[in-house]
DNA sequence: CACTCTACCTGTGCGC
DNA sequence: TGCGCACAGGTAGAGT
């Protein structure tokens, strides 16, 4: 147990949307080309912008086409049988413990189960959620709802990346957490890339030299490639399903791996943030010393 | 613009 | 044993 995190918690981030992605993309039979018979919401509230109703009567019918991930968004596209260029795509939205998979039909729906989508084939498409905070939309233009996104953390082109912090002047750690500065880093990998990269968290985005940039870079690539590759996060062994080892989230207290100091665990914009201080110094100076050196 | 706070929500840990 | 509070997280929206 962690901090009152559950084991069922998952906090899904980038890589374990992406998980999440793969999974449904490469089950057998795939997803894709299967038909949704009949939409059960058990939570109204989980569809966005839309009434429950014609969520329910829109869906029903359509077939999954192909599946993309933004961010922490997942795409879905459908089409309706009969109507081929007709497309629509439902956007889902895991939150904090959203978590979405196949199961067989019969299989019984449980308690924080709020959405069920039957499958022609006798599998359905399950959401279960116990905080309620997972959203999904259903839309004829997925634009609106992700408009607000910045590009996608993992594979961002690295001097588009460096060319974005001419434009802010913000806290370091808060402005990898701002979807609309880049998308698909949440409190568990932040605190990761900063550790890897050896920047404190209270760092302001303006006074990081090119090569902490250009290390703040490599440390997000770096990270979230491992952990999608694991299959996500695991924290302390009590954390989710994936494998990717956390070095300092959640390990307040603790010994650093990488020098022995203990961890400490602060608050920056509001945010539970572990920290080496050894690792991660807070030089106002680093700027400088570096354009000393070139 | 940068930031802070609050709301949303539930299961869990802790202090009393 | 049990009660109640604080806390964890992503995002939106309001306020400073």
New binding site residues.
């Given amino acids: ?1 962690l ?6 918690a998952r ?1 899904p ?1 980038l890589p374990e949307v992406e998980s999440v992605l793969r999974s449904l993309r490469d089950c057998t039979p795939p997803l894709m080309g299967r038909v949704i018979s009949h939409v059960c919401l058990l939570l109204d ?1 989980l569809v966005s912008g839309a009434s429950p109703d014609k969520f329910r009567a829109l869906l029903e019918g359509m077939m999954f086409s192909s599946i993309r991930r933004h ?3 997942l795409i879905f596209s459908l089409t309706r049988a009969g109507k081929r260029f007709r497309e629509s795509f439902l956007i889902v ?1 895991l ?3 959203g978590r979405l998979f196949l199961v067989l039909q019969e299989q019984a729906v449980e ?2 189960t709020r959405m069920s989508l039957q499958l022609e084939d006798g599998f359905a498409l399950r959401f279960d959620d ?4 997972g959203r999904v939309w259903l839309v004829d233009d997925p634009a609106p709802v992700l408009s ?1 996104l910045g590009p996608d953390a993992l594979g961002i082109d690295q001097d588009v990346f460096a060319s974005m912090f001419s ?5 370091i750690k ?2 990898l ?1 701002d ?2 500065f880049i ?1 698909g880093i ?3 990998y ?1 605190d990761e890339i900063l550790f890897r990269s050896g920047i404190h968290p209270l760092t ?1 985005s303006g006074e990081l030299s090119n090569m902490d940039i250009e290390r703040l870079y490599r440390a997000i690539q770096g990270i979230l490639a491992e952990a999608v590759e694991a299959n996500g996060a695991n924290i302390d062994g009590v954390f989710d399903a994936g494998r990717f080892v956390v070095n300092v ?2 390990r307040g207290g603790k010994q650093c791996a990488k020098c022995g100091s203990t961890i400490v ?1 602060i ?1 920056v ?4 943030t572990h920290v080496c201080s050894f690792c991660q110094k807070l030089s106002p100076d680093r700027l400088t010393s570096y354009n000393k050196l070139t």
């Avoid at 116990?130 to 905070?133: G, H």
């Avoid at 434009?167 to 806290?171: A, I, N, V």
């Avoid at 914009?269 to 539970?272: E, I, K, V, Y």
């Fill in positions: 147990m901090n009152g995190v559950s084991d069922y906090m981030e509230s961010g922490k968004y939205h939150r904090m413990t308690k924080h116990p905080r309620k905070f607000g434009t802010y002047r913000r806290q808060p402005l957490l979807q609309s998308a949440g409190n568990i932040a302001t989230y959640g665990k608050k914009g509001q945010r539970g």
